[in-house]
């Protein structure tokens, strides 16, 4: 124990080091501020720190760090950290969810999914189920929505079977949901990055090619939705082919097997806790799939807040004299390492690129000599890769805003269309976004799982995904982009 407590001193020391010393380094960084150089340095510490010690601390040191430096002042940057919206929506979406394990309906859910007789010593086929359904519930129901319900549901299926955490197949298939969360989050058009990111392009580009592109929505939905299926067959064999991870206890599993400790029927209290986390999965969903219907405007307004009023509900329904949900009891099975980690990343992606850190003017000062007198070919293939890249260190939205203007730029001057390119692009980098865990919301929900997962696994595995997605959008996603975009 005590050599365990020396090497995280250690690791803490390695740490501050880095984010109390980068700035001094005598390294030129153009466009980069004395600010940004201290953001940068805290950055590159608490990538370390997360991969190596608790990612509680992590967290909390790295907004420590910046609330010390000098980007702004303490109250400033916890008004940030913890104020943004989307931080408060996942704190009560995790602590509502938490319900679903507490009451045992995971493991209702992950029985009813293993006794499919389709999937009955079909172990890939399961495989697909929940990889395709994390897709398209991330896309159309809630980006997170799939990690809180699927997680739950593969411990209970791994705990039946005698599979151990940190084996190949529970491993890949724990990093496989928030990886199809990441494909599915591009899918609508209509929210979240995807909107952002149209809306920007349509901002922005009067400035650059002399009138507004607009993309339209129904052929970005076609085009997402395609590539998200293309992307999800491709992943899965290539898990199966590539990876090769031993699933002879899923194939060997029988019906009767599942059958023999059957699980009594639901009782009131856990039926309410059912119906309000659905509850607020289809109030998510509806106005994606019917906005002009009355009501959608106001369900999409107040979307960052539905969660408090299922929440509410919850709390407030008796049965036998006892709420069907507390608070208490969803904080005490908390899993307070991936929401710390979660709410640094999301604050640490905004600030690294706020215009007084100069990281956009640096990343411009870099990218420009890079993609002069290229062909549109090598343009887009040289785009995407560094785009991928980027996402990977950087907040994937800021990432995809950065890009558009150099696609504008580009298009502007060979007079090629830049719907399809901007369009992929932008899809692309929401997708990728994976491989470290300051990439994405979805990344540090991995790195932040230890009890499943190594982090040395995750960036082993995700590296090669974020590869294949890379080839993929290349060889299929680009040009159906172009065939139907315009």
């Not at 830049?418 to 369009?423: E, F, G, K, Q």
Request: glycine share 8%.
């Amino acid at each position: 124990m005590k050599q365990k407590s020396n090497r995280i001193y250690l690791h803490v020391l390695v740490g501050l080091v880095v984010m109390l010393g980068f700035r001094y380094l005598p390294m030129e960084m153009p466009g980069i501020t004395p600010i940004g150089k201290q953001i940068f340095g805290i950055f590159l510490g608490t990538l370390y720190l997360w991969t190596t010690i608790d990612p509680v601390i992590a967290s909390l040191l790295a907004i420590f760090m910046i609330g010390v430096s000098d980007y702004a002042p303490m109250g400033q940057v916890l008004s940030g950290t913890f104020g943004n919206p989307m931080v408060v929506q996942i704190f009560f979406l995790m602590v509502l969810m938490s319900a679903l394990q507490t009451n045992r309906i995971s493991a209702y859910i992950g029985r009813f999914c293993m006794t499919r007789k389709i999937m009955i010593g079909r172990p890939w086929v399961f495989t697909a189920v929940m990889f395709i359904s994390s897709v398209l519930i991330a896309g159309f129901v809630g980006a997170f929505s799939p990690i809180f319900l699927f997680w739950p549901i593969l411990y209970e299926v791994f705990n039946d079977i005698g599979m151990e955490p940190y084996e190949k197949y529970p491993t890949l298939m724990v990093i496989l949901i928030p990886v199809a969360c990441a494909i599915g989050f591009t899918i609508p058009p209509y929210m979240s990055n995807g909107l952002a990111l149209i809306t920007n392009y349509a901002t922005i580009s009067p400035n650059f090619l002399g009138k507004q592109v607009i993309i339209n929505n129904g052929e970005w939905l076609f085009v997402s939705l395609s590539y998200a299926m293309i992307c999800s067959v491709a992943i899965i064999a290539f898990c199966k082919f590539v990876f090769r991870p031993d699933v002879s206890k899923l194939k060997n599993l029988t019906l009767e097997q599942l059958n023999r400790n059957p699980l009594p029927p639901l009782n009131l209290k856990q039926k309410i806790v059912a119906a309000c986390c659905g509850g607020m999965m289809v109030s998510m969903m509806l106005p994606s799939i019917i906005p002009s219907f009355p009501g959608m405007a106001w369900l999409s307004a107040n979307s960052y807040g539905l969660v408090i009023l299922f929440t509410i509900i919850a709390c407030t329904i008796h049965v036998d004299e006892k709420p069907v949900f507390s608070m208490k009891e969803g904080v005490g099975n908390f899993a307070w390492g991936t929401y710390f980690m979660m709410v640094s990343a999301i604050y640490i992606g905004s600030v690294l690129t706020n215009e007084s850190t100069g990281v956009v003017v640096f990343l411009n000062a870099i990218l420009s000599p890079i993609f002069g007198g290229m062909s549109m070919a090598m343009f887009s293939i040289a785009l995407l890769g560094i785009g991928c890249i980027l996402t990977n260190i950087c907040n994937s939205l800021v990432i995809g805003m950065l890009l558009q203007p150099v696609i504008a730029t580009y298009c502007a001057h060979t007079g090629v269309n830049s719907a399809p390119l901007v369009s992929i692009m932008s899809m692309f980098v929401l997708s990728c976004a994976i491989a470290t865990p300051a990439a994405s919301p979805f990344a540090a929900m991995m790195f932040g799982n230890k009890e499943w997962l190594h982090a040395k696994d995750i960036y082993k595995y995700n590296t090669m995904i974020v590869v294949l997605e890379l080839v993929l959008v290349l060889l299929i996603g680009l040009p159906l982009a172009n065939a139907i975009i315009h």
